[in-house]
Nanobody, 122 residues
Framework: QVQLVESGGGLVQAGGSLRLSCAVS????????MGWFRQAPGKEREFVAA????????YYADSVKGRFTISRDNAKNTMYLQMNSLKPEDTAVYYC???????????????WGQGTQVTVSS
């Protein structure tokens, strides 16, 4: 089992920044791929970014490339999503998730956090 708890969401103006955190615990999570997804009202959950916990490999959706940065702090067992140059279309509930394989499809992820709301005003 892997437990995930997100924090750091909030309301920000367009062009601003937020940093989301995902506290990770459980067995052998260091062997998992970790991802951030988001879901806006009326839309499907979409991939944002992912990394291997034990590697430096990262991958981003085209819509956030160059604006968002995914990272992790091994000492704190925490994953982050630094979001810069935010746009109103980034408004969504953001989830962190863990998968046994490096994938970008939500259905392939085994564990999910509860989500944190990010709202970007224009």
């Amino acid at each position: 089992q892997v437990q995930l708890v997100e924090s750091g969401g909030g309301l920000v103006q367009a062009g601003g920044s937020l940093r989301l955190s995902c506290a990770v615990s459980g067995r052998s999570f260091s062997s998992y791929a970790m991802g951030w997804f988001r879901q806006a009202p009326g839309k499907e959950r979409e991939f944002v970014a992912a990394l291997w916990w034990s590697h430096d490999y990262t991958y981003y959706a085209d819509s956030v490339k160059g604006r968002f940065t995914i990272s992790r702090d091994n000492a704190k067992n925490t994953m982050y999503l630094q979001m810069n140059s935010l746009k109103p279309e980034d408004t969504a509930v953001y989830y962190c998730a863990a998968a046994r394989k490096f994938v970008i499809v939500a259905t392939a992820y085994d564990y999910w956090g509860q989500g944190t709301q990010v709202t970007v005003s224009s």
